[in-house]
């Protein structure tokens, strides 16, 4: 027996059993679709059937809510069949770890999905911070303690989302959304943070992609993964010295998108009330989450241990009673702590596709030889999905890209198509010229035609183009209502829809609702051509590697 199988932890860079038995049964699925949609002649081969995926960005209430449009379309077209992978960050994770409490979604229609989510959306969120939730939080809280988790104002920050978006304690976990992919019946969920080190070091200094899915947790970089519900408990040397209870998937959400906590902290704490708190959470909306400025300003709080601060009043006691000595990031036991890295550890494929620090080159600075993880929000990186994806086993043919930034349309795929040319991972180079960053359109198509390793990537940035004229592909707004119905304000000083804004409107909520489901509808003729032509490169990929 080699001495891996005796571990708790599974080693190496392919993909785990259980998604391999996935792939099996979800490729039929795919190719049966896809022969319906594209109306092709013949079953498609084995060999034949592209991965799809779709990558969707972080972005709070915002993303949560585009994505749940984009979804509802890719539903209309008979879609969403054709995909293999779904992966998010950030406020896409919101809608969904939603979507996969339901074992059959993608099977049914998603209005009544939508319709729930438009409920908790335009609620008034004031009784996510009354005292009563806040002694709520504080025993939630050091029940986790008492278990063994370290706790932090992230996993604060997972019971005020809990609060907001469901009705009650949600008692759901993400093991159980195996029972959503155990007969390949919906796409496989990835969501993504970042491992950083807390001492000093900024995220771009340090930074190592950490993935989840309802199967296992993972360091790409280190080849390294664990069961999911294994995730929190003690690890030493690759065995698991003490177990924990799997964590409520609050806790996950609050992790994935705790790009919020600064401003949350920061409003807590100079509050009166619960008014008080809400008017100065949500006031200083004048910078979207991509603005550099703003992400400065988190990154500078982020090692901050815990605030020696004089509350304004008893709301802010109270507050401070619930965070004290819990650091603002979240720290995780880690489950690489003991091992050794191997004396050539530097020149492993699949170490060096993700070596991007200097400290890489340093063994003893490495996560194996520290006690904690610190996980953080993608969107201090590159507010992005794609990693998962880009891993080389898992093939993928076509990702599409679905950003929902305010700001800088193509940012994210420009600023992964620089971290893919350094770390020579597969991306198609990224061009995009003055009129597009100006006026850009509903849809782009990147692909490396002599390269069909490389992926295609479909682009959809969240832009207000045709839709301004038509309120369904080919059909014109008439009346002034139909014309203002069309009037959707995406520019960050005007929008609502800005980053730290929880609470919209249901006029904005359904705006956002028609026009990212329109964005898609309105570019059938597109996708549908390059679903053809990801069949195209997956027969000359076939050909190209057998030469």
């Known amino acids: 027996m080699k001495i891996h199988e005796k571990l708790n932890i599974r080693l190496g860079f392919g993909i785990c059993d259980e998604e391999i038995i996935f792939l099996s049964k979800r490729k039929k699925i795919v190719a049966d679709t896809l022969k319906k949609v594209l109306k092709l002649d013949r079953d498609l081969q084995e060999h034949e059937v592209p991965v799809i995926a779709v990558a969707a960005t972080g972005g709070g209430v915002r993303a949560m809510t585009s994505l749940l449009g984009t979804l509802l379309a890719l539903k209309k077209l008979n879609l969403l069949d054709c995909l293999t992978y779904i992966t998010g960050t950030s406020g896409s994770t919101w809608a969904m770890s939603k979507l996969y409490e339901d074992a059959n979604w993608s099977q049914k229609d998603l209005s009544e999905t939508v319709k729930d989510a438009r409920r908790k959306v335009t609620k008034s969120k004031l009784s996510s911070f009354s005292f009563d939730k806040l002694a709520f939080f504080k025993a939630e809280l050091n029940k986790r303690e008492e278990i063994g988790y370290k706790t932090s104002f992230t996993d604060l920050w997972g019971l005020v989302i809990e609060s907001m978006m469901y009705d009650n304690v949600n008692e759901k976990k993400l093991t159980d959304e195996r029972k959503a992919v155990c007969n390949g019946q919906n796409p496989l969920p990835m969501y993504v943070a970042m491992n950083v080190k807390p001492n000093g070091n900024s995220t771009l200094d340090y930074k190592e992609w950490c993935e989840f899915s309802p199967y296992e947790v993972g360091l790409l970089k280190y080849g390294a993964f664990i069961r999911s519900e294994d995730f929190g408990s003690e690890f030493y040397m690759g065995r698991k010295i003490k177990a924990l209870p799997e964590s409520r998937i609050c806790f996950f959400l609050g992790l994935w998108s705790n790009v919020f906590s600064i401003n949350l902290l920061d409003a807590w704490f100079s509050a009166i009330n619960s008014e008080s708190f809400w008017h100065n959470f949500t006031r200083d909306n004048v910078l979207d989450i991509d603005d550099e ?54 020149n492993e494929n699949g170490f060096s596709a993700f070596d991007d620090t200097e400290l890489d080159n340093s063994p003893n600075s490495l996560t194996p030889y520290g006690e904690n993880l610190c996980l953080v929000d993608n969107a201090y990186y590159i507010n992005a999905s794609f990693p998962p994806l880009l891993r080389e086993e898992r093939k993928v043919d076509l990702i599409m890209s679905f950003d929902y930034a305010l700001s800088d349309k193509f940012k994210t795929v420009v600023e992964t198509e620089k971290y893919c040319s350094e770390q020579k991972l597969f991306f198609p180079k990224i061009k995009v010229n003055e009129e597009d960053r100006k006026n850009p359109k509903e849809c782009y198509v990147f692909s490396e035609c002599e390269y069909p390793d490389f992926p295609i990537v479909m682009h959809f940035p969240l832009v207000n183009d045709t839709f301004r004229k038509y309120k369904q592909p080919g059909v014109e707004r008439e009346t002034d209502q139909e014309i203002k119905e069309g009037e959707v304000p995406l520019t960050e000083l005007l929008s609502p829809y800005k980053v730290f804004k929880l ?15 329109y964005n898609v509808l309105n570019n059938e003729e597109i996708i549908l051509q390059t679903l053809r032509k990801s069949i195209e490169r997956k027969q000359k990929r076939r050909h190209y590697n057998n030469i």
């Open 293 to 346: 400025e703003a992400l400065q300003r988190r990154r500078a709080s982020s090692c901050l241990g815990t605030r020696v601060l004089q509350p304004a009043g008893e709301f802010s006691s109270r507050v401070r009673e619930v965070l004290t000595n819990r650091p603002l990031d979240g720290e995780n036991h880690n489950f690489l702590r003991g091992l050794q890295m191997h004396s050539n550890y530097v």
């Open 503 to 517: 609470t919209y409107s249901e006029e904005d909520f359904d705006k956002l609702i028609k026009l990212t489901e």
